[in-house]
């Protein structure tokens, strides 16, 4: 595939294909992305057909950013999972003014300037009712297009992104990026989604309730023929991986660049200082909101300067520098018909009302979430009564109070209809339901053997940073479940061949590989075991800290409340958690045959982990000269010290080699003291002498 050359002849079929797909995209971008066509419908049909033609007769004329190559592609048989080099990250809700003071005393804090009255510059958009998707240009050349997924790795869609008209195969420029990723959201105009609902309609076919359920079904179509004829739009909100393209110093001045590119971006965005702009812009917003040609469920607030964008980074799964600003909910009155009790995949009870069927914010909720048994007692919610349901931040249903004056009499003066009360055994598997102290959630007990909690248990056990089985995805996991033929981890260790080559998609020399890749799991270390077991509140630092200090699984499960204290960073609730999991019947169980499957190895205890650097809290960052950083952090660990991922006013020490970013800054701004590897090294042999 070709693209015709400059020097081709002005009446070569090169040159006219050139001139044609100028045109054609040209008109695109007025229509699609600017709402201003100046084509006619006809006019653009007969340019388009011509194009067609002369690629057909000149077939080495024919390139993938051709208008033509919009639609084409065969149907899929499913989408392959695509990796975020940088995560796609969800952001933090903000649903009052109080919560967006807050923010902005968060970001001043972060930036070191609380003390002062300089106030924030923040870049601001709104918040599109879409689906987040990923958009790669390679030398300006459209190659894929993935959904955000769980973040950090989502579903290739890239046929059905390419029939979005508004978005350009090639980027506007002569000088393009060698690598540029532009994310955004895909949506459904109104019109558009009315346009889809009429035709549904006047087919006899089922109407879609709102533009994102359209948008959502359209984009992940298996058949992007079917996407086509369901017109998508896209607007973009920023970048993720970038190489050879100097970015500007602020989002808005980013935003402006995508724009120069011909991508969509929203015309509704701006720039606000401080929280008085944030609020003039959120309700000069929600005045437009029902004006606007597409849905929106709030407005975003980012740190505009991306050089503070960086100082402020990221917590969990959300940036610090940036929020949603949600409208308030939509709600609406109905009756509780009846109140069940579900258990979550981390064996959390939760109390949820079945509704007589209402219509709120845009969808029809049966359901909605009571929260936990001190929300329903709180509220008083009983079986026949009339609540307000509310689409908490425009998504989750809940009950957010009770018509008392509504409530039939009967149910006051009898003991008929009587308070909601928790159940003391799991729905599910009859396990002892516990409530540890300072939690608000009941749960089962039964972590490793609960129906509720299996999947999700197996999964967890089976992931890399546990016992990293290889080739165990969801998918395998939820099938050898349906067929029996496991129940707990341990069942993991018993599979055998025949049993597995019977399963869908799995082959003799897939269950072959899985079989060795379960083999090899054996004999994990003890920390990479208590973290597998899922226990609640133990994450991976708390697993190595449980396994240095006791160093064997049965003198863990041995110890008593004030014993499991001892350990670094384990307080009352962790040990709580440990000693209700460990007195659990059901999970003793399923660890003695997990024992006799071998799964885990004993270390020795090493309980005065009271090194050079005990109780020194440490951020590495950039590359040192002769020591990787799993290295210099298993250094750390083996003295007692901790490695955490971010700078704050509780570190101690940020080492640093080269290139080492943003971290650096944020130390030397807070007097953090900073390290080579020499002082480093120095630190480990000395211990306080060198601090």
Known sequence: MTNPAAGDAPDSPAARVQALRAAINEANYRYYVLDAPTLPDAEYDRLLRELQAIEAEHPELLSVDSPTQRVGAEPLKAFA????????????????????????????????????????????????????????????????????????????????????????MRLATDDPPAWLEVRGEVLMLRSDFERLNDIARDKGEKTFVNPRNAAAGSL????????AQRRLSFFAYGVGRVEGFELPETHAAVMDRLAELRLPVSDERSVATGVAGLMRYFTALGERRDSLPFDIDGAVYKVNRLADQAVLGFVARAPRFAIAHKYPAQEEITQVEAIDVQVGRTGALTPVARLKPVFVGGV????????NEDEVRRKDVRVGDSVIVRRAGDVIPEVAGVLLERRPMRDLVTPEFPPFRMPTSCPECGAPVIRLEGESAARCSNGLSCPAQRKQALIHFVSRRAMDIDGLGEKLVEQLLERGLIRTPADLYRLQREELAGLERMADKSADNLLRAIESSRGKDLARFIYALGIRNVGEQTAKDLARHFGSLDALMQADSIALQQ????????????????????NQSVIANLRLAGAWKDGEAQPSVAGNLAGMTFVLTGTLP????????????????????????????????ADPGSKLTKAQELGIRILDQAAFHELISNGEKAK
């Open 567 to 586: 350990v670094p960073d384990v307080g009352p609730v962790v040990a709580q958690s440990m000693l209700a999991f460990f007195a659990e019947p059901h």
């Open 364 to 371: 029809t909720v049966t359901n909605a979430t009571l929260h």
């Open 220 to 227: 992940r179509q298996l058949d992007p023929r079917i996407s």
């Open 626 to 657: 002769t020591l990787s950083r799993d290295q210099a952090k298993a250094l750390i660990e083996a003295e007692g010290g901790k490695v955490v991922g971010s700078v704050s006013r509780k570190t101690d020490f940020v080492v640093a080699g």
């Open 81 to 168: 999972e695509v990796a975020h080099t940088i995560p796609m990250l969800s952001l933090g809700n903000a649903f009052s003014e109080a919560d967006v003071v807050a923010f902005d005393r968060r970001v001043r804090e972060g930036l070191a300037r609380e003390a002062s009255n300089t106030e924030i510059e923040y870049a601001v958009e709104p918040k599109f009712d879409g689906l987040a998707v990923a958009l790669h240009y390679q030398n300006g050349l459209f190659v894929r297009g993935a959904t955000r997924g769980d973040g950090f790795s989502g579903e290739d869609v890239s046929a059905n992104l390419r029939t979005i008209h508004s978005i350009p």
